[in-house]
């Protein structure tokens, strides 16, 4: 079955400090992997994702992921973070197909401080 | 990228009353959109696949007759939650594939904030 670990449940990390975001994947078949953000109260929004080709992908507000498939991961990443940085991280995989949804990680909040 | 709405953004209704929700797809014809739950501070949890023309799929433990899915038109899909009570108080998000580009992405609406009193 399909199903997606993100190990951290609260990250805290210092304003202008870099970010790792860890995400682990099981699927059996070639993945789709999307990052999404959310801040309280609101919807998700897409960061970025992988569908196939170069494994480094860039998304928005300067994140960016790399798949390994060697390691079953997608980990997100950002060089210098800002306070409205803050919020909660869903790391989703799915794939190619009309009636598959995404599966969802449990998510990461994070936190920025000063 | 494609437009998913979902309407209304928040509701407040007495225990034993009926809400629906609405989720369209504003420029694209999605035959398939999902429904997902949201509990504060957790994950989504994918409750059902609605399916245009023919009835939802639900996921175990979801309870068909409690959550009502219709899928009517292309770019329309309803959940209404009939008797809801307190414990249905959550966060609803809907989503819908676009085909187009032969990627097929799923589009999130902004969510539904249903609070049972």
């Known amino acids: 079955a399909q199903s997606v670990t993100q190990p951290d449940i609260h990250i805290t990390v210092s304003e202008g400090a870099s970010l790792e975001l860890r995400c682990n994947y099981s699927y059996g078949a070639t993945p789709y992997l999307f990052w999404y953000v959310q801040s309280p109260g609101q919807g998700l929004q897409l960061l970025l994702k992988y569908f196939s080709g170069d494994t480094l992908v860039q998304g928005i507000k300067g994140f960016e992921a790399e798949f390994k498939r060697s390691q079953s991961s997608f980990n997100l990443r950002k060089p210098s973070v800002h306070w409205s940085d803050a919020a909660e991280y869903f790391c989703a995989v799915g794939r190619n197909s009309g009636n598959t949804p995404l599966v969802f990680g449990k998510g990461t909040r994070l936190s920025v401080i000063a | ?117």
Request: a positive charge; glycine letters at 6%; proline letters at 3%.
């Open chain 2, 1 to 117: 990228g494609a437009v998913v709405s979902q309407h209304p953004s928040r509701v407040i209704c007495k225990s034993g009353t009926s809400v629906k929700i609405e989720c369209r797809s504003l420029d694209f014809q999605a035959t398939t959109m999902f429904w997902y739950r949201q509990f504060p501070k957790k994950s989504l949890m994918l409750m059902a696949t609605s399916n245009e023309g023919s009835k939802a799929t639900y996921e175990q433990g979801v309870e068909k007759d409690k959550f009502l899915i219709n899928h009517a038109s292309l770019t329309l899909s309803t959940l209404t939650v009939t008797s809801a009570h307190p414990e249905d108080s959550s966060f609803y998000i809907c989503s819908a594939r676009d085909f187009r580009g032969g990627q097929h992405e799923q589009f999130f609406g902004p969510g539904t904030r249903l609070t049972v009193l």
